[in-house]
């Protein structure tokens, strides 16, 4: 299958900082890419969907201006989560539509974000 | 608003008993069916999807669909003490994917017991 990978897998920042997460379609282009969240035995929420070369599209309730997504190119898209706080502390989990188009989410390793 | 409703469990299978999961989802017009396995700490990986109403095999694993019920499961037959996960049912608008995220449920956690 499709490969996406996703990097840090893991980071740890002070409040207020901004910390910038990476994922990357490896074998395919993605001209959408999903971001997702998941808060400790939750489920994966959507939070943002990621078009190349145009704005994402934000699910309700999440903040655009704190949850930047850059989409630049057909196999790179980026989450920067800005001011972080505590409350921000969550795993982070992307993915990209399948080549053949089938409905089927490739999704990278996960990023584990700490806010201190 | 659309909703994918589980089970949380934990779910707990006799080893090399069959172990069923459910799921239902509350828009009518849902088009592909997926289900994934997530270990903690990892991502998601897909396990089955189903399009079709009726059932689809692949190896232990068996995916039931039923659009009328709106309503999907996943057998595994043969039950591991490795088949312990949680599983994350996940509905698509969409029947070619690529256009709109999964929405999940909220997951079962299966425990099988050695």
């Known amino acids: 299958g499709a490969v996406v990978s996703q990097h840090p897998s893991r980071v740890i920042c002070k409040s207020g900082t901004s910390v910038k997460i990476e994922c990357r379609s490896l074998?395919?282009?993605?001209?959408?890419m999903f971001w997702y969240r998941q808060f400790p035995k939750q489920s994966l929420m959507l939070m943002a969907t990621?078009?190349?070369?145009?704005?994402?599209?934000?699910e309700q309730g999440v903040e655009k201006d704190k949850f930047l997504i850059n989409h630049a190119s057909l196999t790179l898209s980026t989450l920067t989560v800005t001011s972080a706080h505590p409350e921000d502390s969550s795993f982070y989990i992307c993915?990209?539509?399948?080549?053949?188009?089938?409905?089927?989410?490739?999704f990278g390793e996960g990023s584990r974000l700490t806010v201190l | 608003q659309k909703e994918v409703e589980q089970n949380s469990g934990p779910l707990s299978v006799p080893e090399g008993a069959i172990a069923s999961l459910n799921c239902t989802y509350s828009?009518?017009?849902?088009?592909?069916f997926f289900w994934y396995r997530q270990y903690s700490g990892k991502s998601p990986e897909l396990i089955m999807f189903?399009?079709?109403?009726g059932d689809k095999e692949d190896g232990r694993f068996t995916a039931q669909l039923n659009k009328a019920s709106q309503y999907v499961s996943l057998l595994i037959r043969d039950s591991q003490p490795s088949d312990s996960a949680t599983y994350l049912c996940?509905?698509?608008?969409?029947?070619?994917?690529?256009?709109?995220?999964?929405?999940f449920g909220k997951g079962t956690h299966l425990i099988i017991q050695p």
């Open positions: 074998d395919f282009q993605a001209t959408t």
């Open positions: 996940a509905v698509n608008l969409f029947a070619g994917g690529g256009a709109d995220g999964l929405t």
């Open positions: 993915s990209a539509a399948g080549g053949l188009n089938t409905g089927e989410l490739f």
């Open positions: 189903i399009y079709s109403n």
């Open positions: 990621s078009n190349e070369g145009s704005k994402a599209t934000y």
């Open positions: 828009d009518r017009g849902s088009q592909s």
